[in-house]
């Protein structure tokens, strides 16, 4: 099989190195090329075997009605999953995951509030005007009654500091202050500087404390409970989807019940204790000791929590690497496979995003197949990873990285392939070209080796727009790829902008352009085999 050899001057001659272009153009300016060259088999072949009629043929199955828009936990995601182990199997690749599955389970957990109120001395306080309260770090308690309460100032515990001093709040309510004590001219009286202590930045770690003093509440007054409310409105009605594991350590434990409270509320709360409250407030900032006060008072709160789990799963396609040497070595190539599913008769049908994605990675597993068949690597073992949850929050990739299958610090990179199959308006006068996003946020020879594989096979128009670092679209942010650079994996992500049928019923298969959708995941078919196959993995040379 006939070999190429990278060579500093064919870099030049493609213009790789272009250095006056301006962030947000086509081509990003980079530092000078610093790619390790290497003697590589010719990808060509097995490149040209990811055509756009393949490709079709998967993304209209995919975005089929019969898929009902995938949606994770449902039967169309099911359904989808099925279809691409069917796939991996039918290309001979091996069931490495749960249980000699192609798949790996993947659990969610979403909590949210099903009763929730606070009572104190018969009034009613409304939630979130009132009082607010986080599912994530509460456990749950359909009725609590208080009729004991100490109050500890701000709740710390420190060195030579201590608000509890003494005082046993076993099986009573605690009232603390957000934030942590300041003298008159505005210092830490913790830290003896105008900086703060972990106690202001970790509210938790002033819960946990009171819990481990056996407290059976919290209150915490929150001065500006209005902009508080406004600020984290999202996170105080549930705790979204989260993965989850029965093994694994909840977002609430060793916490005891808390509440955010107003003024209004602390006043009621303490009664006729509210002035000496504010005496030992002053007589703590002015330097003298702080005493805790006990304080009579009848409280009611219910905390009762609702949870429901789902079940999704991530598809694995292992393509185990050649050389004895680097196959425990993992290059992976991911893409999500779920959508928005269905509302009634309404299918979200998700062509774009991304059964065009999916159907890539799908090919791209059957090109390192026809290779190795033929005797030509890869040498690194290869994985084709379709992640279910995305939608939901980047959660099936998330659940990979904290329960891999294969050792993190042995995996090389993720190729990320996230809506391939359309022309944004940017571009429409001109298809070939693909969105480049993070590939030299962790490595700059991931990058260049990007660069010289479009170069040599491909001639698309890279567009680095959405890779700056401001850039308010946080698409870097945005998809699966993330999660394995947040634990310093290399990521490259491929994309073709959004449109008007972005998450619509309307992003449907007839709207899909095949032949741009082919080049692109050849594209990402070419990094990864050059990643796949030189002796040295890619270095990481960029701090986060």
């Not at 090389?412 to 969105?435: E, F, K, L, Q, S």
């Not at 352009?513 to 078919?525: G, I, P, S, V």
Request: hydrophobic share 40%; charged share 25%.
């Amino acid at each position: 099989m006939k070999l190429h050899v990278l060579i500093f001057t064919l870099l030049a001659a493609a213009g790789l190195n272009a250095q006056s272009m301006a962030p947000g153009d086509s081509v990003a300016p980079k530092p000078a090329l610093k790619l390790r060259y290497y003697k590589l088999p010719d990808a060509k072949p097995f490149g040209e075997t990811i055509t756009a009629s393949d490709m079709k043929w998967l993304i209209d199955t995919l975005a089929s009605k019969s898929m009902a828009g995938r949606e994770t936990g449902e039967a169309g995601q099911r359904l989808a999953a099925e279809f691409i182990a069917q796939q991996f199997q039918a290309l001979g690749l091996p069931p490495v995951a749960d249980r000699k599955s192609y798949f790996q389970n993947i659990h969610l957990q979403r909590e949210s509030w099903k009763s929730l109120s606070l009572r104190v001395e018969n009034v009613e306080f409304k939630n979130r005007t009132d009082f607010y309260v986080y599912p994530a770090f509460n456990p749950s308690v359909p009725q609590l009654q208080a009729d004991e309460l100490v109050f500890v100032g701000y709740g710390i515990e420190d060195g030579k500091y201590n608000d509890y001093g003494k005082t046993d709040v076993r099986g009573k309510a605690v009232l603390i202050y957000d934030g942590e004590p300041l003298d008159n001219s505005g210092k830490s009286l913790i830290t003896g500087t105008e900086f703060r202590s972990p106690w202001s930045l970790d509210w938790k770690r002033k819960v946990k404390l009171a819990a481990q003093k056996g407290a059976t509440i919290v209150f915490i007054v929150d001065p500006e409970i209005a902009s508080s409310v406004k600020a984290n409105r999202r996170q105080l009605s549930t705790w979204g989807w989260q993965p989850y594991s029965p093994n694994a350590e909840r977002s609430d434990a060793g916490m005891t019940s808390n509440v955010f409270i107003s003024q209004a509320v602390a006043n009621a709360l303490l009664g006729k204790k509210s002035v000496k409250v504010e005496e030992a407030f002053a007589e703590l900032r002015s330097g003298a000791g702080f005493k805790p006060v006990k304080i009579k008072t009848a409280a009611e709160v219910r905390l009762e929590k609702e949870s429901r789990i789902l079940q999704g799963s991530n598809v694995i396609g292992f393509i185990e690497g050649t050389d004895e040497r680097m196959k425990n070595e993992y290059v992976f190539i991911t893409a999500h496979y779920d959508h928005l599913g269905q509302v009634e008769d309404v299918v979200y049908y998700g062509a774009d995003d991304n059964a065009s994605g999916t159907s890539g990675v799908i090919e791209i597993a059957r090109a390192f197949v026809q290779a190795k068949k033929e005797g030509i690597g890869p040498k690194r073992s290869v994985v084709c990873m379709l992640v279910s949850g995305e939608e939901k929050g980047l959660l099936g990739s998330r659940f990979y990285v904290d329960f891999p299958l294969f050792p993190l610090n042995k995996t090389i990179v993720d190729v990320n392939i996230d809506m391939i199959g359309r022309v944004d308006a940017r571009h429409a006068a001109n298809p070939d070209y693909v969105y480049v996003i993070g590939s030299d946020r962790l490595s700059t020879e991931l990058h260049e080796i990007n660069e010289f594989a479009n170069a040599t096979y491909t001639n698309l128009e890279l567009d680095y727009k959405y890779n700056a670092p401001d850039d308010p679209n946080h698409y870097y942010e945005r998809s699966d790829h993330y999660n394995f650079a947040e634990r310093g994996i290399p990521s490259i992500f491929y994309f073709n902008g959004t449109h008007a049928d972005y998450h619509k019923p309307t992003d449907t298969p007839d709207k899909i352009d095949a032949n741009a959708a082919a080049k692109r995941a050849q594209l990402a078919f070419y990094t990864a085999w050059d990643i796949a196959n030189r002796p040295q993995p890619i270095y990481v040379d960029v701090k986060k």
